[in-house]
């Protein structure tokens, strides 16, 4: 039985400003991408997921689009898209683009004529009195979702100024993005990553909340009307050949809410971040795969991507090379369970979260909204190390320094240091995902749980046995016939802490 590519795909994110740079600017391109392919090809995922490369004053790094059917020139043409496409193709590359459906950029030409009082009605507009906006929502940025224009009306953006909100009761709004997705469509695209997909729809009395976290029921978030959208978009993406799908951005607080999102006519995916919130623990971990399968019927696991901090880094505790012991054990752990994971790059490099960026060199608007109070997202979105020496660590052209710094320690992570060393991180994700292609692919869409000791986790899926110790002391494994990977030393049928292994069951 042959089942669709995605549902245990290995997906590795892109960040685009910060993967590789080769027209010199010091800003990632898709001409840098396409010349790193097949360093992707020999990592082993089976699929790419570029993060917006439209045409965009990068208020929010290219998340506030102003035209949803070209290529910025800070990253290339439409032509290098298409051959970015072409080539990955011919390496067996999937490759996902994102579509950012909830705002467009301040600069999109529907908005420039909403401030000159035209078609304001695809965008969310609204009258207040007395000088204040229209109710207490507030930008997940930092400080109010409104802001006040010339004329006296408010326009609503959840996000920062420059990112007005859609107004999705326009069916305008809903013939544009379907004619978006085929523009790409035709383009060869295999799928799109759908940002905030959870907010297109806000109640229409715009109500004040007391609790504007990702709720199932608020009135910003999560609204019903939402999952016709979907039904829409996925009939386009069925009319066209080779499997397209659609994976969404969707924070929920229960698996049950995020399980609507994925009926059989809606998404084919949604990120599961239950997974990447998870403390270090085996009965968090297990609370949430077992939510997760229970819910959900094609899962998706992430530890990483450009909104959060580093997942070596969130795991680290005062003992040094903690958070990369618990990194590598995290990723054979998720690579064991049914679904598909999602990679971030530079996790393969074992980077850590860059936490002393200057102030005056920080690009985030959650750092400026927030009056410096948050740091923001710059240090997960470092450019990468490619080389050990050079202005940029072989990110960037000789001696063009990059967009954002990078710290001393990158040059000892670099791609080139790693490479062909059996004790790098680079290489022990290389053998995970050959070993995983060969292997897990072929097994049962389920897994059984086995007795495990206090502190670790113990499953199997079919002949595999997958054990993580998330606790302090070393642990006994069960019976095993042998040692198929593992991040760290096992010794006999004992596992120390902070690691997993897979094990060929007796």
């Known amino acids: 039985m042959s089942f669709p590519w995605w549902r245990d795909a290995v997906v590795y994110e892109i960040y685009v400003r910060s993967f590789a740079d080769a ?154 993005f379907l004619d978006i997705l085929r523009f790409w469509l035709d383009r060869g695209v295999d799928g799109f990553r759908i940002d905030v997909a959870m907010g297109l729809y806000k109640a229409e009395d715009l109500p004040d909340v007391e609790d504007q976290s990702f709720m199932s029921r608020s009135p910003i978030w999560g609204q019903p009307e939402v999952h016709e959208v979907y039904r829409q978009w996925r009939k386009v993406l069925e009319s066209y050949p080779g499997e397209r799908m659609a994976v969404g951005e969707v924070w929920t607080d229960s698996a049950e809410d995020l399980a609507r999102y994925v009926r059989p006519d809606e998404l084919h995916q949604s990120f599961n971040f239950a997974w990447l919130q998870a403390p270090w623990s085996a009965e968090a971990f297990r609370k949430v795969i077992a939510d997760t399968l229970a819910t959900v019927p094609f899962a998706t696991w992430v530890l990483s991507n450009h909104d959060v901090v580093r997942h070596r880094t969130r795991y680290e505790t005062a003992d040094p090379g903690t958070g990369l012991s618990r990194a590598k054990a995290a990723l054979l752990t998720m690579l064991a369970l049914p679904g598909s994971a999602y990679l971030y790059q530079g996790e393969e490099l074992g980077l850590p979260e860059v936490k002393d960026i200057p102030d005056h060199a920080r690009q985030d608007p959650v750092f400026f909204q927030s009056k410096g109070r948050l740091p923001g997202r710059d240090g997960c979105r470092v450019p990468l190390p490619w080389t050990s020496t050079g202005a940029s660590l072989g990110f960037s052209p000789d001696g063009v320094r990059p967009w954002l710094p990078q710290p001393k320690v990158f040059a000892e992570l670099s791609a080139e240091r790693q490479s062909g060393d059996p004790d790098s991180t680079l290489e022990f994700y290389r053998r995970a995902l050959a070993c995983g292609r060969e292997l897990l692919k072929s097994l049962p869409y389920t897994l059984e749980w086995l007795d495990s000791p206090e502190g670790a986790l113990f499953f199997t899926r079919g002949p595999l046995i997958c054990a993580i110790n998330c606790g302090m002391d070393e642990v006994r494994l069960p019976p095993y016939e042998r040692v198929l990977m593992a991040s760290g030393p096992v010794d006999g049928d004992r596992l120390p802490p902070d690691t997993a292994t897979w094990l060929q069951a007796s």
Do not use: C
């Open 23 to 176: 027209s010199g600017d010091g800003v990632g391109d898709l001409a840098g991408i396409r010349e790193r392919l097949p360093y992707l090809s020999r990592l082993g995922v089976d699929a790419i997921w570029l993060t917006p490369f439209y045409p965009s004053p990068m208020a929010d790094g290219g998340y506030d689009v102003a035209d949803y059917r070209g290529v910025d020139p800070l990253f290339g043409t439409l032509a290098d898209f298409e051959a970015l496409v072409a080539d990955a193709h011919e390496l067996g590359l999937k490759v996902i683009v994102d579509i950012v459906p909830n705002h467009s950029s301040s600069a999109h030409p529907w908005f420039q004529e909403a401030l000159r009082g035209v078609g304001r009605d695809r965008y969310i507009f609204r009258d207040s009195e007395g000088g204040l906006p229209p109710n207490n929502w507030q930008s997940t940025f930092g400080g109010p979702a409104w802001t006040r224009v010339a004329d006296g009306q408010w326009y609503l953006h959840l996000f920062a100024p420059g990112q007005p909100d859609f107004n999705w009761r326009n069916p305008v709004i809903h013939e544009e």
